[in-house]
């Protein structure tokens, strides 16, 4: 029997729970149900990519002070979605789960499903309450690696079933293509250097300091590197953090061998991956790992901490490895990685290796939690929310 899901993010940026909640909601229409990806939107372009499924953005004010944003959203997306009919509804977040545990209560829906990615340690009280309220309150829960499996249920006594990641090996592939050949003008790259690639903006999570010194280690014995750091949309401040980063770089003198794109287009993604000579993601924290999976995908070497959940779905020659208590490690890692054996055995064995994530298997491993929340949804509530299409 087709159900009709209603997938929620905290935002459309392009951000790990966003691009799985995406890709979760394309592959249940692959397999024939009716899934809308459901954010609330700040710019009113619509999610960062058009996915192949239906989509609703909710109105959102922006807003900087997290507390209050985080209230915010919950009023936003909980509004959006009263009286609005889903056999299923599916949180990717804190936020859009506190909106439907805010729906459970009213009476309006039976129950939600919720998949989570990774916890942060939250200071303020009510972010911390939030957070844990959002496991709590959740009739199905999901979580993508063993290691959160485990979090959850030593330290917050739920069972959540590991539906892990995918990557699409059409769009992440070795085969270059003809946009490739100008990314480097167009982020103003240069065109002889080895690039180190770093994606996820300049975040603690993310270790992106260790990685500079690394970088700035490896320049003195090889001069002819540069390193992009990609991506980092994202709904935290991490100001402190980078202003650290920046006062390295600057006392480092080499700021002009660095360069911070932040977020770039999707199509552009793929493109990055196949022009690095490696993907750095030292991370201190992550719930499963997507870019690893893509540079894998694209047959780019891959460096990433010997510390879970890395070391539950990759082999030791799957990938290359670092201790993040040990920042020589990653020096090293780097050293190693750009090795031409290296480069070649990633060609053949990473597209091989991201094989084995796939997206209809995700999905599929959702549909037994599904049919348990279908068969409790009531078909009575009556329509009085506001969910519009997003844009193109
Ligand atoms: N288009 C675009 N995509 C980007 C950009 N920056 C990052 N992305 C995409 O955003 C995703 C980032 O995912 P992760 O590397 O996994 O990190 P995360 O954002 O911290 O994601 C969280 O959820 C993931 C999904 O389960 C987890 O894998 C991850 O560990 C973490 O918990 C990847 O698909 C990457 O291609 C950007 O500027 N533009
Ligand atoms: O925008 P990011 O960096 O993905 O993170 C957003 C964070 O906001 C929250 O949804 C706030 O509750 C976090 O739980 C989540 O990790």
């Not at 309220?133 to 485990?150: K, N, Q, Y």
């Not at 600057?250 to 490696?278: C, K, N, W």
């Not at 995700?362 to 009556?382: E, N």
């Amino acid at each position: 029997m087709s159900l009709s899901i209603g997938i929620l993010t905290h935002s459309t940026n392009p951000r790990g729970g966003v691009v799985h909640g995406m890709a979760l909601a394309e592959a249940l229409c692959d397999a024939g149900h009716d899934a809308t990806l459901i954010a609330p939107d700040v710019t009113g372009a619509g999610f960062f990519r058009t996915p192949r499924c239906a989509t609703n953005c909710i109105p959102a004010v922006p807003e900087t002070d997290l507390p209050t944003l985080v209230e915010r959203r919950i009023g936003e997306i909980r509004d959006a979605l009263r009286g609005q009919h889903f056999d299923v509804l599916h949180a990717q977040d804190p936020i859009s789960a506190n909106a439907l545990a805010e729906l459970v209560e009213e009476g309006r829906i039976p129950g939600f499903a919720r998949t989570v990615h990774h916890l942060d340690h939250f200071t303020h009280p009510v972010l911390a309450a939030r957070q844990e309220r959002g496991i709590r309150a959740a009739a199905e829960l999901f979580t993508v690696s063993t290691m959160w499996e485990d979090v959850l249920r030593n330290d917050h006594g739920r069972e959540a079933p590991v539906v892990g990641n995918g990557v699409d090996p059409v769009r992440f592939s070795p085969v270059e293509t003809a946009h490739d050949a100008t990314l480097r003008a167009r982020y103003h790259l240069p065109a002889d250097r080895h690039l180190i690639l770093s994606v996820g903006g300049i975040e603690r999570r993310k270790n992106t300091l260790q990685l500079l010194d690394a970088f700035l280690a490896l320049r003195c014995e090889q001069p002819d590197v540069h390193l992009v750091v990609a991506g980092g949309a994202s709904l935290l401040d991490h100001s402190a953090y980078r202003n650290r980063f920046m006062a390295r770089l600057r006392e480092s003198g080499a700021a002009d061998h660095v360069t911070i794109t932040g977020p770039v287009a999707d199509e552009d993604m793929p493109s990055f991956y196949r022009q690095a000579d490696l993907l750095a993601y030292p991370s201190v924290t992550e719930g499963f790992g997507l870019c690893p999976l893509e540079a894998l995908a694209c047959g780019t070497p891959v460096i990433v901490p010997a510390i879970a959940p890395f070391t539950e779905h990759f082999s030791a020659t799957d990938a290359l490895w670092c201790q993040p208590a040990h920042p020589d490690t990653l020096f090293m890692a780097l050293r190693d990685a750009l090795r031409v054996e290296n480069r070649d055995h990633f060609r053949v064995s990473g597209p091989a290796t991201a094989r084995r994530f796939d997206w209809g298997h995700v999905a599929s491993r959702h549909l037994p939690a599904y049919r348990c929340l279908a068969a409790r949804s009531r078909t009575d509530a009556i329509a009085s929310g506001v969910l519009s299409p997003c844009p193109k």
